[in-house]
């Protein structure tokens, strides 16, 4: 197995896990608890799904050893970290101050959140875009 071999199944162990984490993690916390506890229970696990997958990510850019797919797994993975580090801590401010009932909070928290969200798509289709080159 080669270093690109090896870096597409890292991309794609990252990929897998984001599409399931979001298709079927967070839809079914939201359904299985009721919302106080699911969202505790999410804001636990973001910052993990973050960083890992961004280490990931970078460790699949690393040893891809090929520029433009290299670029697009370093920069996916550092989208994910700065998410953690930067974006998360937002969100939650903003949903705490939503839930001890600021008005504005709740435009604030939405427009951050789906920022995230648009993140997370736009890093997953780097993935796919770098898994495709890799295994050509």
Known sequence: MSFADFAAVLAAASLGA?????????PTTFKALPEEHA?????????????ING????????LALRPLESTLLVAAGAMMVAVKVFLIPIINAAR????????????????WHRLSVIINVVEMVMLVLAIILLLR
């Not at 969202?39 to 960083?51: A, S, V």
């Not at 280490?55 to 690393?62: D, E, H, K, N």
């Open 18 to 26: 984001m599409l399931f984490f979001s298709a079927i993690v967070a």
């Open 39 to 51: 969202g505790r229970f999410l804001r636990t696990l973001f910052p993990y799904y973050f960083e």
């Open 55 to 62: 280490v990931v990510a970078i460790a699949a850019g690393l």
């Open 96 to 111: 705490d101050e939503m839930l001890a009932g600021s008005q504005s909070a709740k435009a604030d928290f939405d427009r």
